[in-house]
């Protein structure tokens, strides 16, 4: 069992940063894949990063590639989403996520079994 806690939300100015984390509890957090979903309010829950157990591939959706950076430091059991370049647009709920060790390296969006409770970014225009 694998329990996630984000932080690092807020509100921010358009074209501000912010960055968000994520603190896993649990054996073998480095071997599972990880990755965060946003939820604007009205709409489905959107994928936006992934990365492998290694840190070594990640994946961004296409809205955020260029302003957003995933990463990892397995010796703290924390996933970090490093972003750059606001956008009223990027308000939402931001969501950590984590899916079973396997294959492909950065998981498919419906194998995330694992959820945090959620963390608000609002950018303000």
């Known amino acids: 069992q694998l329990q996630l806690v984000e932080a690092g939300g807020g509100l921010v100015q358009a074209g501000g940063s912010l960055r968000l984390s994520c603190v896993a509890s649990?054996?073998?957090?480095?071997?599972?894949?990880m990755g965060w979903f946003r939820q604007a309010p009205g709409k489905e829950r959107q994928f936006v990063a992934g990365?492998?157990?290694?840190?070594?591939?990640?994946d961004h959706t296409d809205s955020v590639k260029g302003r957003f950076t995933i990463s990892r430091d397995n010796n703290k059991n924390t996933v970090y989403l490093q972003m750059n370049s606001l956008k009223p647009e990027d308000t939402a709920v931001y969501y950590c996520?984590?899916?079973?060790?396997?294959?492909?390296?950065?998981?498919?969006?419906?194998?995330?079994?694992?959820w945090g409770q959620g963390t608000q970014v609002t950018v303000s225009s």
């Open positions: 996520a984590a899916a079973l060790p396997g294959w492909p390296a950065v998981a498919e969006r419906n194998e995330y079994a694992y």
């Open positions: 990365i492998s157990w290694s840190g070594s591939i990640t």
């Open positions: 649990g054996r073998a957090f480095s071997s599972y894949r």
